[in-house]
Each structure stands twice: as structure tokens, then as C-alpha cells.
């Protein structure tokens, strides 16, 4: 070797690379993931509107029975827009809580930012969301429900979801490095979060002394917005949408802040 | 040497793990408790014992490592070194210190751990090689290399779980040696694949250091310690036991081996053994001229074989036959036979018989004895000891310091240079 190369300087952090080498290798998991998701099955992708369609069936039965729950648009495709996000949000959790020790192969013998790992999952999920919301633009024509200019803040609200989610996915994630207790924890919180959350029935329904607790919960804002957005094709409560996307932001920061200070230690317990 | 920039700096690492199983709801409470209440300590279970004990995995450890340099690190299992690799690629952060690293850093502590079994080579070589931070068009260009180095050409698009574990091997090593390296971390993973791709595989690494790059190899393979690395640090109990120029530090590391594992020179014969049973050694012992038990013997010094054996029957002429065998590579250096002169024409009861070698030729290395009898026609065998006792070749001053480097081969012949110089007329 003849040229000379400036001499590399002494750190005591990792060397920054290419962040196109990382989103690389973001895109790569995820598509390890959606391949092994669906890898030997006959109805492959199907199954991720499946999930809602059916929950959908079974609140159209259980809920619709209640005297005008919702009076102003068809209860299925009312549920149906609601469940999409969620079905997003869980299973992106729920999937993701294990991530890191699903991966703790790689985790323990190579170096790359952690986060790369919830975040696939997140990202694996997005394919899924996709499936299920194209059926909201067959269901719209059928139930006549047709789109307005709300329509544009779509894009927006579905930032919001997975940056949501995103935070969420985080602080499971690292959570359950150190106590597996968490993956159940989440589980069974989950299932309870869906009743919370105003999916089965509108915030508008939600009982006035109630209704500061169901807020404060980001997905309120976010799910009450797609709906607005997409099936009532009318305004959305901006108070309620502003609190949800500060509080969404707020929990991806400290999340994130959280995830970083504790990555170190992942290679150690996990 | 001093010239060349540090790649690697260690100050004052040390590593500290919590020992046995992490804590329980249970534990944790208790051991809030305790401190709450100002009587921090370790926390019993009925069940487990001390719970919070700690363990040093690496004690205060700094060196430094030149850019370009073969760093071989050698040691004992648990000795700390795959924990030193871990933190160099930050793959786990120092309990104390500082690890200082100038580039990129591949690690290989595990050959092909990121890759998918239910992804074809080809995309697993994409998955792989970004974990080691190269991009999509990087990969590209190094993708023909990276395939022919692995020879997977023909299953680079199959799944990889149709893979044998030497082809899964094999793709990972390409995968990482060809992803533009600055520091390469080697742990004991050439064990896997064959011959033919160790040597490629020591012999890519060689460029990489001839390159300018680092390499920090860890392997029990003193050998392709020595052929690889002209630096070696011997890591004991979580520190630096010795470090300096490779020939030396691994002689010393090998003389120690050799001296712990041969405690006992007076090892029992195994109990099951070949042979048919006339007559059988009772006891093996390595003495050295003064007839005392030895398990390291200096080089050049006579060795003595002192067998007892035990006739159930007169047998007529026995022929005793010593082999020493090389630990390491199992090839037989010498073997002794006694001739019909040197045993009685009958033997029977018991005896003694030693085999004497004025003086041994052997180099620093470690060797168990293989031996037998036979009848005289060396037809029948009586009695066969496929493992005897071992013992260790040293050096004459016990340090191992040695002028050039001889440590290649197995016997040492006495020779001479002669120059002749042509003049040119």
C-alpha cells in the first residue's frame, strides 16, 4: 500500500456509518420478517385483513344490537375503520415486545443500532395495514360512504399511528430484554387497551365524566381522526387530535431516550 | 512499530456480570428492602444461594494495538477473551474503563449470525453484510467475490437451511472478510470447514494485516496462532498474563498447559485396552536420569520409560514397544522396539522394563506415550496402551526464550549453515 490514508482517529463510540447502510439493513429485516410471517402459507397476506373482518363481524353482532350506537354511517364499516389502526398497533406490539430476544443471536455477537430491530417489526407491519385499509376503499362505495377533502389528513394520522406505536413497540421491547414478565403484561393490557379505546363504540358516546381518561390515551385522538377523516369525511375534533399527537410525541421521546440508555446493557442480560 | 497509529486502545477495562439466574419479583423486593432500610448486601434464596454475587470478567485490562498488527489472543476457557472481543465491538459496554477503537470494526464471534435459514444466499449475503454496515451498492460490487471465496456459486439461490453447516460457515467468514474492515475480530470460528478453506480462510486474513488492517484472532490453535499473528497477549483470569512477540508469549502459554495438564505423571493405564492378555503393563512412569517421576523433560536431556508388567503366563520372547505420539497432530515421532536380546527368552511373573533414550530430539511440544507387546514375531498383541502417560518437552533454562523461531516440525535435527560465496571473477 503506497497511498496513505489519514490515520482513523480514536473513539470510544461506535464509528458513525452510512445511515443508508442501516436503513439497508432496516429494509432487510423487514423483509426477513414479512418472508418468514408468510412463508408457507396458502392465504399468505390475506390473513391480515382477515383479522379485522372478522373482529368486525363480531362487534357488528354484539355492538349494532345496541339501541343507535352509531346513527350516522353504516356500524361495520364504522368498526371496521377503527380496527384497521388497532389490529396495526397490536400486532406491532405484541410482535415486537419479543423482538429483541427473538434476535438476541445477532444482538449478542454483532454491533448495529438496537432500535433497528422493534422498528423492522413495526415496518413488517405496515404491509399488513396496507391490505386491510384497501378493503376500506371497497367497503366506502358499498356503504355509500363517500370521500371528502378530510381525506388528506390521512397521511398525517397514519404518522401519528406509527409514531405511536413506534414508542410503544420501544419500551416493550427493551422492557421484556430484562423481565420477560413484560411479554404477558403486554398482552393482557392489550386486550383491555381495545376496550378503552374508543374502536367498538364512538368517543361521543363515551359518558362526560369519562371521557378526560379515554383521552389521554393517544389512540383515542388517532382512531377517532381516521374515522373522521375517511368515513364521516368531516372535521375532526382538533382538541382531541392535538392532545393525542402532543402525548404521541412526548411518549416517542422519552421512549427513544429510554431505549438508548438501556441498549448497552442488552447484550449482557438478555 | 511505534510509528504506525493505535487502532485499539484498552484503559483500565473491566467487565463485571452478575452471576447465576437474574432475580425474581420475589428477590427484588427483598434486596429493596434492604437498602431502603440501609443494609445493602447480597440477597440469599433457600433455593439458589447468593444471589447478587458478581463476577470479573475482565479486571482492569489496557493495551494498545498498532494499526496492521496479527494480535493472537490465547488463554484457558473463561480466561476473559471472547468478553475482550464482545467489548471491542460493542457489543457490550465496559463496567469501568475505556475501549477506544479508530474504524470499522466486523466481529467474528459467530460466522453467519444474522443470516435467515428460510432467506437463499443471496439475499442472506445482503442481510449479513449489512449488519456489518455496508450498503446495498457496496454489496454489489463485492457480491461475485464474496460467492466465489464461499465456492456456494451453484446454492447461492437456495434457502439457506438446505445449507450444511461448513457452506453456512463459509458464507459468513466471506461475508465479513469482504465487507471493508478496518479492525477484524476472529473467535475460534475456523474450527468449522474443511482444510482447504482454513487455509484460505488464514491466508485472507494475512492480506487484510499486510493491508494495513487489524486482525485480533482468538484460538486454542497455538499453530495458526503463530502462523497468523506476530503479536500475542495470554489472557488468565480476566488479565493480561503475558503479551509480547507471538513465538515467545505462546511457548510460555504452551509450557504452562503442558505443566498443569501433567500434574500427576503417573496417570493409571486404562483399565479396558486391546490385547489379548498373556501379559500386560501394570504400570507406565515417565523418570527422568536421576529415576524420579517427570512430566516435562528439557530438551536434549535423556528420557527414561519405566513400565512394570505382570505375566498370567510364561510368555516366550516378548517384544516391548514404546511409541511417543504428538498430542496435537497424533502423528507418531519415534517409536522404540526391543529386540529378542534385550527380555529373557521366557518372561513370566513380574517386571520391570525401561526404555531408555540417551537424549531427546523433540521440540517444545506435548506427547503421550502409545504402547504395547506383542509376541516375537509382532503378530500377536499381548497388551496395547493406546494412551499412556504424557509428557512435555522444555526448554533446557525452563524460561522459553529462544533465539530463532523453531517452533514448526516436531523433532529438532542438529544442523549447520554453510555460505559459500562465488566471487566473481
Known sequence: MTTMVAPRRLIDDAERIQPAAYWELLMNLTRREVKG????????????VAQPLATMAVFTLVFSRLANIVSDVPYPIFAYAGLVPWFFFLNAVNSGTMSLVQYRNIV??????????????????????????????VMMPYYGVSVTRWAILVPALFVLLVAFTVAVTLLTSAANVFYRDVSPVVQIGLQLWLYVTPIAYPYSRVPPQWRGWVAINPLTGIIEGFRSAVVYGREPDWALLALSASLTLATLAGAFLLFKRLDRYFADVI | MSSRPTAIRLDRVSKRYRAGRSRTFVDLIASTVDRVRGRERSVYSLARGKIDATVFALRDVSFDVAEGTGLGIIGANGAGKTTLLKLISRVTWPTSGRVLVAGRVVSLIELGAGFHPELTGRENVYLGAGLFGLTRREIDRRFDEIVQFAEVERLIDTPMKRYSSGLYARLGFSVAVHSDPDIVLVDEVLAVGDAAFRRRAIDSLRRLIADGKTVLFISHDIWNVRRLCDQVIWMDEG???ASGAAADVADRYMEDVNARALVDPRNPLPSHRGGTGEIRYTNVTVVDRDGRPAALVHEGSPLVVRAGYQAASPVTSPVFQVAIVDVDTGVVVSTATSSPADSPAIVEGSGVVDCIFESLPLRRRQYVLRMTITDADQLVSYDVVAAGPRFAVTAIDGTGSHTADDGEGLVSLSYRFAHHVQVLS
Open chain 1, 108 to 137: 449478542t455477537k454483532t454491533y448495529f443500532p438496537r432500535e433497528i430491530i422493534p422498528l423492522s417489526q413495526v415496518c413488517s407491519r405496515l404491509l399488513d395495514f396496507g391490505a386491510a385499509a384497501t378493503l376500506v376503499a
Open chain 2, 239 to 241: 488479565g493480561v498474563r
Open chain 1, 37 to 48: 410471517r408468510y412463508s408457507q402459507t396458502l392465504f399468505g397476506v390475506g390473513w391480515a
